[in-house]
């Protein structure tokens, strides 16, 4: 009887001590993630006067860029819209920063898969400091494209953070890791844009009105790297790691090709191989994910133009508008997403999807800002729910192993679909105006719904 109580004593001690060092890790790819997209979040309300300053101020790059678009107007037999092209190359800067992020996203996974999740989180912040560091001195439009260039290469550093959660044990503990990282988003972008939009209007004379945005992401950059070179610990044990760098890049075409991605084909790989039921239901979620990104990041990209043109939002009402979806998305998150409980993701997916069709279709018919606040408020509704829960059911397939590549594929669907995504969206809606663009998009949100309701119960995996 005293062997039976001290057995479970010691067993509730370590199960203690595991929750306590899982809560630990929570909070530190949190408070790290969250330093990282205040960073990256203060560009957002200014991308629409960083393109009209470049147009302003005739860079010749840009204008040549400008040249092409109103030739091939022309050619098209399009009237020529002088303020659409901004779109168009908004659109075109949030496809190549997410292409990049495509092709990095997996092989950083693969990488920290062998070397382990902390050495490599920590080079991907190393090049958002460069990346950070060129925006800072750009003055010309070739830079900046450049500094977001190298920018997106780095940005694998978001899925090492869901993979070290991937790599908890427990499914509550990755559960409220990912609702955690989705909490981190939505402050990130809702204190991010505002203090964006408040730096550029404290810009003296003489002085680019972007850079103080730039040097304070360029300061956040840095105190992300410090931060999580003296806290995070290493969450893949050396045991549990691939055995070379070679081997994390044999399915290097898997990793890279987009009809692999969608077969999930790096994770069958090996005796570890998931049931074929497991890697069925992992490739319905993966195309999943993928459709609702494409439809979403497109709208999302082309929503800050919309608001700058229909309704002439400077870059404070930008940041504000931002801080409302952000605001919004933290309260669902912190409140309601948490509360999912495991197996029920799925359903809350659905119910979140069903109300982006609406949502979309407010926003881009509103005629006044009362019914564009209404729009945003179910998409940041939606936007609140969908990706933490996708992230949470997909990170409980695969070994221990294998959760880096699950995970970097997953996000590199992601990365895939946001490349995509906006090029397609700014071409519909340099061609057919935002009406269009917003109601199209947003019928198709019913493909994804279609697929999410063929998902099958998930068979249990060591």
């Excluded at 969250?34 to 009209?52: M, T, V």
């Excluded at 564009?372 to 409980?396: D, E, H, K, Q, W």
Aim: charged share 15%; with cysteine; hydrophobic share 50%.
């Amino acid at each position: 009887m005293a062997l039976g109580e001290r057995g479970s004593s010691s067993s509730s001690s370590s199960n203690a001590r595991q929750e306590q060092s899982h809560n630990h890790v929570i909070t530190i790819v949190f408070l790290a993630l969250f330093i990282d997209l205040l960073g990256f979040a203060l560009i957002l309300p200014l991308f629409p006067s960083i393109l009209d300053y470049y147009s302003q101020t005739e860079d010749g790059f840009y204008l040549s860029l400008q040249r092409g678009v109103d030739w091939f107007a022309v050619m098209a037999g399009i009237p020529p819209e002088r303020k659409y092209n901004s779109v168009l190359f908004g659109g075109l800067i949030g496809s190549i920063f997410s292409l990049l992020q495509f092709f990095s996203s997996p092989l950083t996974g693969a990488v920290s898969d062998h070397w382990g999740r902390r050495p490599v989180i920590l080079v991907t912040v190393m090049g958002l400091i460069a990346s950070y560091s060129l925006w800072a001195a750009s003055r010309t439009f070739g830079v900046f494209l450049l500094s977001r260039i190298i920018g997106g290469i780095s940005k694998g550093n978001v899925s090492l953070c869901t993979a070290i959660i991937a790599d908890l044990h427990s499914p509550k503990a990755r559960s409220k890791g990912m609702a955690m990282i989705g909490v981190a988003f939505s402050l990130g972008f809702t204190l991010g844009p505002m203090m964006g939009a408040y730096l550029a209007m404290q810009t003296e004379k003489g002085e680019v009105f972007y850079l103080r945005s730039a040097l304070s992401a360029l300061a956040f950059a840095v105190a992300d790297f410090i931060f999580i070179f003296l806290l995070l610990p290493e969450t893949l044990p050396k045991e549990k790691r691939v055995p070379s760098v070679t081997s994390g890049f044999q399915a290097a075409v898997d990793l890279l090709s987009p009809l692999a991605l969608f077969q999930f084909s790096a994770v069958t790989r090996g005796k570890d191989s998931p049931s074929e039921q497991n890697l069925q239901n992992l490739k319905i979620l993966g195309l999943a994910y993928f459709l609702y990104l494409f439809l979403f990041s497109g709208l999302e990209y082309t929503l800050s133009f919309l608001t700058h043109q229909r309704f002439h939002f400077s870059s404070m009402q930008q940041g504000k508008m931002f801080f409302f979806i952000g605001i919004t998305m933290a309260v669902i998150q912190g409140g309601y997403a948490r509360r999912i409980k495991p197996g029920n993701e799925i359903r809350a997916v659905k119910r979140a999807i069903v109300l982006l069709i609406p949502a979309f279709l407010l926003i881009g018919w509103a005629a006044n800002v009362t019914v564009l606040s209404a729009g945003l408020l179910l998409y940041s509704f939606a936007a609140a729910i969908v990706i933490p829960c996708l992230s949470a059911v997909v990170s409980g397939y695969g070994t221990a192993g294998q959760k880096g590549r699950v995970m970097g594929i997953l996000r590199s669907l992601g990365a895939l679909a946001r490349a995509l995504g906006p090029i397609l969206a700014a071409a519909v809606y340099w061609l057919a105006g935002a009406e269009i663009c917003f109601t199209v998009c947003g019928a198709f949100f019913l493909v994804p719904l279609a697929l999410l309701r063929s998902i099958k119960q998930q068979t249990k995996e060591e």
